[in-house]
T-cell receptor
Framework: NAGVTQTPKFRVLKTGQSMTLLCAQD?????MYWYRQDPGMGLRLIHY???????AKGEVPDGYNVSRLKKQNFLLGLESAAPSQTSVYFC??????????????FGSGTRLTVV | AQSVTQPDIHITVSEGASLELRCNYS??????LFWYVQSPGQGLQLLLK??????LVQGIKGFEAEFKRSQSSFNLRKPSVHWSDAAEYFC??????????FGAGTILRVKS
């Protein structure tokens, strides 16, 4: 039972490069989320999806794009990386019944450094 | 706006001592509240949750939390801390629209 799997686990980018972070869940969860974690700031929501083919902006969406072409996958893209995007990125999911009752299941994170 | 405040950035306790981590929320309706733990280099693991009923909830690893509506608080407690409890702890509230809002976290250090 894999749960939520994030790839890659670590990555170093140069300023201006692009990359895609992959999140895959095998729990048939309806909702998926991307958060970033920075020291002293907790987790901040970047984008989220309420179902296959849907995406929505969160609290800090600038500089990121997302896609959810398949229910089990949620991709986070950085088109032109900036040092301010150095962070740890977490993917999370929750079933149709909602985060209120179940909370989230988290992936193990992707540590991204932009130099 | 809805928010979660964890007043303590760092807390250090001796092994075997009791622990209380504070969490205050700002939310108009009945809140759905959560505590998560993050060990170094790991993702977040759910410790416990509250959404109705008994205001004292039990979680995994010997943790409990008490919901106090009058104080807008949901403090996490453990009677006797073990060295393996050293981690970062996050309080969260669930909003309409199935999103969680997290506090800034409290880093727990355990000294032997």
């Amino acid at each position: 039972n894999a749960g939520v799997t994030q790839t890659p686990k670590f990555r170093v980018l140069k300023t201006g490069q692009s990359m895609t972070l992959l999140c895959a869940q095998d729990m048939n969860h309806e909702y998926m989320y991307w958060y970033r974690q920075d020291p002293g700031m907790g987790l901040r929501l970047i984008h989220y999806s309420v179902g296959e083919g849907t995406t929505a902006k969160g609290e800090v969406p600038d500089g990121y794009n997302v896609s959810r072409l398949k229910k089990q996958n949620f991709l986070l893209g950085l088109e032109s990386a900036a040092p301010s995007q150095t962070s740890v990125y977490f993917c999370a999911s929750t079933p149709r019944e909602g985060a209120s009752h179940y909370g989230y299941t988290f992936g193990s994170g992707t540590r991204l450094t932009v130099v | 706006a809805q928010s979660v405040t964890q007043p303590d950035i760092h807390i250090t306790v001796s092994e075997g001592a009791s622990l209380e981590l504070r969490c205050n929320y700002s939310y108009g309706a009945t809140p759905y509240l959560f505590w998560y733990v993050q060990s170094p280099g790991q993702g977040l693991q759910l410790l416990l949750k509250y959404f109705s009923g008994d205001t004292l909830v039990q979680g995994i690893k010997g943790f409990e939390a008490e919901f106090k509506r009058s104080q807008s608080s949901f403090n996490l407690r453990k009677p006797s801390v073990h060295w393996s409890d050293a981690a970062e702890y996050f309080c969260a509230v669930a909003l309409y629209g199935n999103k969680l809002v997290f506090g800034a976290g409290t880093i727990l250090r355990v000294k032997s």
